[in-house]
């Protein structure tokens, strides 16, 4: 398993990879942006527990299906979870970054516009 700093250096990758994001601290987080606006992923570093985690946007019915079926690895997080979001345990043993890599990417698509989306690969 990877240390907090690790987990963060890898999430950092993969949210600044994408078009037009940025990093910046919100609510004492690392949170990443698009076009320095609108929020789709945030660290969540011990912040309501003693876990290690980051919560994103996802598209309508993936919090409910994904905390139904692997409730060890996602979880609805507190203030944002009411609008869909999910959250993603990153202390767990054998992360699958690819995977973590392509929420992260569908978290993007879900908040970037129509124009950035249509950047990616």
């Given at each position: ?42 660290l969540s570093d ?11 946007a996802a598209a ?51 908040i970037a516009p ?8």
């Amino acid at each position: 398993m990877r240390s907090a700093m690790q987990a963060l250096e890898q999430l950092r990758e993969l949210c600044l990879a994408l078009p037009e994001t940025t990093e910046r601290l919100s609510h004492g987080e690392p949170t990443w942006f698009v076009r320095d606006k609108k929020m789709f992923v945030m660290l969540s570093d011990h912040h309501h527990d003693d876990r290690l985690a980051f919560w994103c946007a996802a598209a309508p019915g993936a919090q409910e299906e994904l905390v139904r079926e692997e409730p060890e690895r996602f979880f609805r997080p507190p203030y944002v979870g009411h609008r869909g979001w999910v959250g993603v345990y990153l202390d767990v043993p054998d992360l699958d970054w690819d995977e973590v890599g392509e929420i992260v990417t569908d978290a993007y698509r879900q908040i970037a516009p129509k124009t950035l989306v249509a950047r990616l690969p």
